[in-house]
Every structure is written in structure tokens, then in C-alpha cells.
């Protein structure tokens, strides 16, 4: 009995540890484009992405605001799950804003040369928006996404 019960453990095993192998491993969605210098670039797409995330938040706080003060265990985890949508949504903005547009759009201008009073323009642009979606992870207050807004609005006029 013993032997058959190690066979039957083995093969668990096996079976646990092929269905590991195989199924896909979540990864997080990456929209800012590689950081190869391969020149493809979509500004449009990336602002888009912005104001999605940025709509998204708006949505969840309504919705965590909507189910604040209920005490049963759904609106428990349905405002868990708002919360972390949030989350993620003010993360992928900061994320787009920095590995995308700064890491690779925003080139550096010298003190001294003309076009630095721009650029330093640009880099405070840049700034606000991310600033802006980490008061959004902060709190539930409405007044952040519309920061988020402007400042987004204010970002896509450099592209």
C-alpha cells in the first residue's frame, strides 16, 4: 500500500508541477513601449492610456464612496477591489509617464543652451501628472482625479 500510495503522491507531483510549468505566469501589462532605442513611438496611444487610467480611478472611487459604510462582507470586498483598481491604474500612470515619455521622449537641455527654460517646463509637466496620480492612490477624494486630469490635459499638449 505504501508503494502505491508513493506512486500516486509522485504522480500528483508530476501533475502539479507540469500544470506550474505550463500555465501562463501573470505578468503585468507594461504600456510604455521597450527601451531599446528602436525609434517606434506612439504619443497618441500613450496620452490615451492616461486619461483611460485616469477615467478608471474616477470610477472606483465613485464606487469605493458608494460602498463605504456597509458592513456586509460583498460590499467588504467589492470596495477591496475598487481600492486595489485604483491602485493599479494611478501605479500604470506613473509607470507610463516615467519609463515612456521621460525615460525616452523628454531629452535633456543644457543650462546654458536655449531651450532649457522649456525643458525644465516639460519636466514639471511631467511631474505634476505623476504627483497627481499618487494623491489619487492616497485618498478617495474626487478633487485628485480632476488634478489628474489637468495635468494630463497640460502633459498632452508636449506631444
Request: proline letters at 3%; a neutral charge; charged letters at 20%.
Amino acid at each position: 500500500m505504501s508503494r502505491y500510495g508513493f506512486v500516486s503522491l509522485s504522480t500528483i507531483g508530476v501533475a502539479v508541477l507540469a500544470a506550474a510549468t505550463l500555465l501562463p505566469i501573470h505578468q503585468p501589462e507594461t504600456r510604455a513601449h521597450c527601451q531599446v532605442p528602436c525609434g517606434i513611438y506612439n504619443d497618441d496611444a500613450r496620452i490615451k492610456h492616461l486619461r483611460e487610467d485616469s477615467t478608471t480611478i474616477a470610477k472606483a472611487i465613485a464606487n469605493i464612496t458608494d460602498l463605504a459604510g456597509r458592513q456586509d462582507a460583498n460590499s467588504f470586498n467589492q470596495a477591496a477591489r475598487w481600492v486595489a483598481t485604483k491602485e493599479e491604474h494611478a501605479s500604470d500612470t506613473i509607470k507610463t509617464v516615467s519609463e515612456y515619455f521621460l525615460a525616452q521622449k523628454v531629452k535633456p537641455v543644457a543650462s546654458d543652451s536655449h531651450g532649457y527654460s522649456a525643458y525644465l517646463k516639460k519636466l514639471a509637466d511631467h511631474h505634476a501628472v505623476m504627483v497627481a496620480a499618487m494623491k489619487t492612490k492616497q485618498s478617495a477624494d474626487p478633487a485628485n482625479v480632476e488634478a489628474l486630469n489637468e495635468a494630463i490635459e497640460k502633459l498632452a499638449t508636449h506631444y
